[in-house]
């Protein structure tokens, strides 16, 4: 039988392993270094990374890796063995020292980095993220000791995800200590930002992923027509798990709980071969950390089964994409959650001052929290009646837009809806409870009662950059209001009027209707809320005036990390636009065409052989005309696709030919999409190059 709890964690050199492999005084050191920040000393590191070794070793590690988050979004690895030279008789002992654990060296020339390199030597440093434990991977390359780790230049410039996201959770700490502190917590010693990121993905069947180049190279299908069903019957989600998906889920869960990744819920989600899982929150960076092991170990996992799991945020046109809900809290060290509204109308009045400075931060960078959550395959999914608009406003729910309109109209709240009896506390807030409204799938950012939801983030997408974001925008909005409130003399007054001026001015960032309606669209442009249609629209948000001093204010990032993260981010969007455009084209050129090319040719037969019968050949001969109609129209826009490919690849600036990318050849890839799947739904299905939806979709 199963022992979770035994299982749980046991490839993790967790805080009760290193308490039981190293000495009192070096774990003393350790984890002062984890609660309070600070550098560990050379001695005590090389105690921890014998222990480390220890462990691994005694777990069949035979190597050991600094893992990093460069900025391609996923993981980066590379192995060296703990084997030493051998001594005069030959023999060889495994060895890992201090400097190996605590500092790397990987050459960073091969990584994106947005032209920071350039200026600087390939050399890169990962630097051990003491905060995020250390863990085995086990896989055909035998068991490998895997050490979080940040990834940056020779000069400490940020070439990676994890980086700034440390950075950013300085920043929150430090701002929202200040908050806590005002309002008598004497106690805390830290303010954590912790996530809980909701996995979406599909699941298919592996030899049919392997006849579609499209799903290999892309990760989603750039051809195929419909299925006669799709997801019109809502009995997909939250259906039976079928039994082959069962034991994937199964074997998942074992491994993500041996990895301390504590996987809790496992649905059927909207679409066909779509599902969900979510962990319990921890922790930001371990979060981070622990929703890139959970990508990787679904993919891996996957292969086990025959199965191929598709992280793309769309593969399939015509059902919902994929999605990432980023659940977000802040708590202090001695378990109070900031965003809960508490019992007292004391905790109600640092709730309603913290939900106030977020609707200001909400509003004031709405366009670098719309940037966060775009990547290359988001676009097919924002706005697109499937997922948030590519607007972003804040749902309250009911009883607090109430709250909130009552203090923006007279200054003052005094009744809370559904009838909740009112304690007269401080002031004149209410004593708030709980929110106990509905739920607005449409928002795509949502108060969920005691977290925010941040619902636009594709699937496929590190969730370093949401929550890097949140931070950044919320420490701001806690030091402007620290700022007011550490000087004030009447500080009951003075919060109260803070609140109040935060909601009067950033009240049109909240919306609790229907986000996905187009008069929402109106509105907010009403309300003069930006709507930023794609990926690389949002790009230069970064580098805003109002962005460069927010970032730079709180240390998160440079101006020149800013804008190398803006090159990466151009070059990204082509590089993927380009690998898609040069599969269809592959895909039309070698299989499409010759297939349809083939079945004019014995339609043409047919006719002839038909009327040669003396027989009516009327139907075939149609059937024909069809046929070569639409092989005309694909046959013109393959030519088209090739003829601006070639043009995209002559552009020099890379934010010029990301656009190019994006207006010009996106569409001719439409173009030649539609003719090729209406012939899809014409040709004997025999002969038909590869597996259509129905065939990827409904049969694992
Ligand atoms: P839902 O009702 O949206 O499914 P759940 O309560 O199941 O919400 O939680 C969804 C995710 O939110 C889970 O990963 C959960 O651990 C996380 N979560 C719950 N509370 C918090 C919190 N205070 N901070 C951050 N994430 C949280
Ligand atoms: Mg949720």
Known sequence: MLNVEELFGSKVFTLGKMKEYLPKSVFKEVKQVIDCGGELSFAAADVVAKAMKDWAVQNGATHYTHWFQPLTGITAEKHDAFVTHPNADGK?????????????????????????????????????DITSP?????????????????????????????????????????????????????????????????????????????????LIFSGRTLFGAAAPKGQELEDHYFGTIRERVGAFMKDLNEELWKLGVSAKTQHNEVAPAQHELAPIYETANVAVDHNQLIMETMKKVAGRHSLACLLHEKPFAGVNGSGKHNNWSLGTDNGYNLLDP?????????????????????????????????????????????????????????????????????????????????????????????????????????????????????????????????????????????????????????????????????????FNGNGYSDEWVLEAERRGLPNIASMIEAVDTLTTEKAVTLFEKFKIFTKPEL???????????????????????????????????????????????????????????????????KLTAAKAALDQLIKVTAEASSIEETKKMAFFYKDTVRPVMESLRTPVDELEMIVDKDIWPMPTYADLMFEV
């Not at 917590?185 to 030899?207: C, M």
Request: net charge negative; proline share 4%.
């Open 134 to 214: 250390a863990f085995l991977k086990e896989d055909a390359t035998g068991v490998i000791l895997c050490i979080p780790t940040a990834f940056c230049s020779y000069k400490g410039e940020a070439l990676d995800k994890k980086t700034p996201l440390l950075r950013s959770m300085e920043a929150i700490n430090e701002q929202a200590f200040r908050i806590v502190k005002l309002f008598g917590n004497t106690e805390a010693k830290k303010v954590v930002a912790s996530v809980g990121p909701e996995q979406e993905y599909f699941l298919v069947d592996k030899t049919k992923y392997l006849q579609r180049p499209d």
């Open 563 to 629: 804008e190398s993260r803006e090159e990466v981010l151009y070059e990204t969007y082509v590089k993927t636009i380009n690998i898609e455009a040069l599969t269809m084209i592959d895909m039309a050129s070698k299989s499409i065409l010759p297939v349809v090319i083939k079945y004019t040719k014995s339609l043409a037969d047919t006719v002839l052989a038909v009327q040669g019968a003396g027989c009516d050949a009327s139907v075939q001969k149609e059937l024909l005309t069809v046929v070569s109609d």
């Open 342 to 510: 508490g019992e007292t109308p004391n905790e109600n009045i640092q709730f309603l001052l913290v939900v106030a400075c977020i609707m200001k931060a909400v509003d004031t960078h709405a366009d670098l929290l719309r940037q966060s959550a775009s990547d290359v395959g988001n676009d097919h999914r924002l706005g697109a009646n499937e997922a948030p608009p590519a607007i972003i406003s804040i749902f309250l729910g009911e009883q607090l837009e109430d709250v909130v309109t009552q203090l923006v109209a007279t200054g003052e709240a005094t009744s809370c809806k559904y009838g909740e009896k009112l304690r007269t506390g401080v002031s004149t807030l209410p004593d708030f409870i709980k929110d106990a409204t509905d739920r607005n799938r449409t928002s795509p950012f949502a108060f969920t009662g005691n977290k925010f939801e941040f619902r636009m983030v594709g699937s496929a997408d590190s969730i370093a950059s949401p929550n890097t974001t949140l931070n950044a925008i919320v420490a701001e909005a806690f030091c402007e209001a620290a700022d007011v409130l550490e000087k004030a003399e009447d500080f009951d007054l003075a919060v109260h009027d803070l609140i109040k001026e935060y909601m009067t001015k950033h009240q049109r960032i909240i």
């Open 92 to 128: 060889m002992l495994m060895e890992f020292s201090g400097k190996e654990l605590i500092k790397g060296e990987p050459d960073a020339s091969s990584f994106p980095s947005g032209g920071l390199r350039a200026t600087f030597e390939a050399r890169g440093y990962t630097a051990w």
